[in-house]
């Protein structure tokens, strides 16, 4: 990522490029049944298993304000704001960020985010996968300890920070998932239903009874069938709250109503005429979406967007009963607390082609298991010691590994060692989380950068060499 600050108040799109704007939409319209809606809040309790923080409730902190009094600075971190450019094959992971309307349009301060959604997609594999994160969840935000997930933006923007809020709410979502998140989409409620109204509306089938209240017009029931709903009325279904799964439900009509209009573009060939109105698009919409994608990323990842077979699109809600359950604060505020191996479990499912380490691989002697795979290790310091990837590069390699590689990861502020699977090494990921006692939750799954390295483990500020 590099260090040149993106524009915080959004980033209008030059005219000398307005014609690529169509094809854009392409992908912002994707990205925005997302964007929009408010997502899962109210259910969470316990902690289970390792990965993540333990649950740590800070004096003032249940409202959503922060940590800090007026006039302190947050512990500092690093937030890099813009990603490297991207080469058209590695997994893409962009936070997709709804503000809820009322802050949108007050004047009494910075929004909080209404609803959040990952959205990856891997060029390679021509799959992709959707992840609602409820707006509730108790996490710990980089700079500002543990808070609903929802105030990172608040925080961002308030305290001025690197990235503004986008840049924070990245870095949050990163860290708790463990997933590399690299770009940022945020899109207000009138941009979304005149992209929605652009294409002709969206075909839904709505499984049951609903009322639905459309901004300016009159609130009215959908009974359980197939609609054809306009962009007014496809925002009303995807917000609405009262059904019996409450705000869960909603974090599954918001993937819904995203689907359904990649059904619409790519089943009525809409990118050409989508093209033929650029420069309208441009004028209306450029100022409602506020990104850190370049139009030309735009460009490409809404035409590859366009090709991946809908069978191909995983879709997750972190939900309860296993995800999440309900905690009180100590002042009566409740929020949702994660249970990070379950948790960890669905975005395995949802991101990769292949699930995280099953604990059923038998494994009598796991060194020998380990070995008989012989992966090919990168050692990475991410944590910014002197001398650590070195060590425990040492280490590794007493304990039967075949490290091949040591050097600096891209950069030094990793919170949490994370191991890097490439090619597919279950015996030797296993083993690596025995000896260096990581949890499942600490393993992901990539694409290979090249052909020299099956394996890379990323060391962070949590790991020392026994």
């Given at each position: 990522?590099?260090?040149?600050?993106?524009?915080?108040g959004?980033?209008?799109f030059p005219?000398?490029?307005?014609w690529?704007l169509?094809?854009?939409?392409?992908?912002?319209?994707?990205?925005?049944?997302?964007?929009?809606?408010?997502?899962?809040?109210?259910?969470?309790?316990?902690?289970?298993?390792?990965?993540?923080?333990?649950?740590?409730?800070?004096d003032?902190?249940?409202?959503?304000?922060?940590?800090?009094a007026?006039?302190?600075?947050?512990?500092?971190?690093?937030?890099e704001?813009?990603?490297?450019?991207?080469?058209?094959?590695?997994?893409?992971?962009?936070?997709?960020m709804?503000?809820?309307?009322?802050?949108?349009?007050?004047?009494?301060?910075?929004?909080?985010?209404?609803?959040?959604?990952?959205l990856?997609?891997?060029?390679?594999?021509r799959?992709?996968?959707?992840?609602?994160?409820?707006?509730?969840?108790?996490?710990?935000?980089?700079?500002?300890?543990h808070?609903?997930i929802?105030?990172?933006?608040?925080?961002?923007?308030?305290f001025?920070?690197?990235?503004?809020?986008?840049?924070?709410?990245?870095?949050?979502?990163?860290?708790?998932?463990?997933?590399?998140?690299?770009?940022?989409?945020?899109?207000?409620?009138?941009?979304?239903?005149?992209?929605i109204?652009?294409?002709?509306?969206?075909d839904?089938?709505v499984k049951e009874?609903i009322?639905?209240?459309?901004?300016?017009?009159?609130?009215?029931?959908?009974e359980?069938?197939?609609?054809?709903?306009?962009?007014?009325e496809?925002?009303?279904?995807?917000?609405?709250?009262?059904?019996?799964?409450?705000?869960?439900?909603?974090?599954?009509?918001?993937?819904?109503?995203?689907?359904?209009i990649?059904?619409?573009?790519?089943?009525?060939?809409?990118?050409?005429?989508?093209?033929?109105?650029?420069?309208?698009?441009?004028?209306?919409?450029?100022?409602?979406?506020?990104?850190?994608?370049?139009?030309?990323?735009m460009?490409?990842?809404?035409?590859?967007?366009?090709?991946?077979?809908?069978?191909?699109?995983?879709?997750?809600?972190?939900?309860?009963p296993?995800?999440?359950?309900l905690?009180?604060?100590?002042?009566?505020?409740?929020v949702?607390?994660?249970?990070?191996?379950?948790?960890?479990?669905?975005?395995?499912e949802?991101?990769?082609?292949?699930?995280?380490?099953?604990?059923?691989?038998?494994l009598?002697?796991?060194?020998?298991?380990?070995?008989?795979?012989?992966?090919r290790?990168a050692?990475?310091?991410?944590?910014?010691?002197?001398g650590l990837?070195?060590?425990?590069?040492?280490?590794?390699?007493?304990?039967?590994?075949?490290?091949?590689?040591?050097?600096?990861?891209?950069?030094?502020?990793?919170?949490?060692t994370?191991?890097?699977?490439?090619?597919?090494?279950?015996?030797t990921?296993?083993?690596?989380?025995?000896?260096?006692?990581l949890?499942?939750?600490?393993?992901?799954?990539?694409?290979?950068?090249?052909d020299?390295v099956?394996?890379?483990?990323?060391?962070?500020?949590?790991?020392?060499?026994?």
């Amino acid at each position: 990522m590099g260090s040149h600050r993106a524009a915080r108040g959004g980033r209008p799109f030059p005219d000398w490029v307005v014609w690529g704007l169509g094809a854009a939409f392409v992908l912002a319209a994707v990205l925005s049944a997302a964007l929009v809606f408010n997502t899962a809040r109210g259910l969470a309790a316990a902690w289970t298993g390792t990965g993540l923080n333990p649950f740590q409730p800070s004096d003032g902190q249940s409202q959503g304000g922060g940590t800090l009094a007026p006039g302190e600075t947050p512990t500092s971190f690093s937030l890099e704001e813009t990603p490297e450019p991207w080469n058209g094959t590695d997994r893409v992971t962009i936070l997709l960020m709804g503000l809820d309307y009322r802050d949108w349009i007050s004047d009494d301060g910075p929004p909080r985010t209404d609803s959040m959604m990952l959205l990856t997609i891997d060029p390679i594999t021509r799959t992709a996968g959707m992840l609602s994160i409820p707006r509730d969840l108790w996490v710990e935000i980089p700079g500002f300890e543990h808070n609903r997930i929802n105030t990172a933006y608040f925080l961002g923007e308030s305290f001025n920070l690197p990235g503004g809020g986008p840049g924070l709410a990245m870095r949050t979502v990163e860290e708790f998932l463990g997933v590399p998140v690299q770009y940022y989409a945020v899109i207000d409620f009138s941009t979304f239903e005149r992209m929605i109204d652009e294409i002709g509306g969206i075909d839904v089938l709505v499984k049951e009874r609903i009322k639905i209240s459309p901004i300016g017009q009159m609130s009215r029931w959908l009974e359980a069938k197939p609609y054809h709903l306009n962009g007014a009325e496809a925002l009303a279904y995807a917000r609405a709250r009262k059904t019996e799964g409450g705000d869960f439900d909603r974090a599954q009509r918001q993937q819904q109503v995203a689907l359904a209009i990649l059904d619409r573009v790519v089943g009525f060939d809409m990118i050409p005429v989508l093209l033929t109105k650029a420069p309208v698009l441009y004028q209306e919409l450029a100022a409602g979406i506020r990104t850190n994608l370049t139009l030309d990323q735009m460009l490409a990842l809404g035409l590859l967007a366009v090709q991946i077979p809908k069978e191909n699109i995983r879709r997750g809600v972190i939900a309860p009963p296993e995800m999440v359950l309900l905690q009180t604060l100590p002042d009566g505020a409740q929020v949702l607390k994660p249970v990070p191996d379950k948790i960890r479990l669905l975005r395995d499912e949802v991101f990769t082609q292949t699930s995280a380490v099953a604990p059923s691989i038998p494994l009598e002697d796991p060194k020998a298991a380990a070995s008989a795979e012989n992966a090919r290790l990168a050692v990475l310091n991410g944590a910014g010691i002197e001398g650590l990837a070195t060590r425990s590069a040492e280490f590794l390699r007493e304990k039967g590994f075949n490290v091949v590689e040591v050097s600096n990861a891209d950069r030094m502020d990793y919170a949490k060692t994370l191991i890097i699977d490439y090619t597919g090494n279950p015996y030797t990921t296993r083993y690596l989380m025995e000896v260096m006692g990581l949890s499942q939750g600490q393993i992901l799954f990539q694409a290979p950068p090249n052909d020299q390295v099956d394996v890379a483990v990323i060391l962070g500020a949590d790991w020392w060499v026994p």
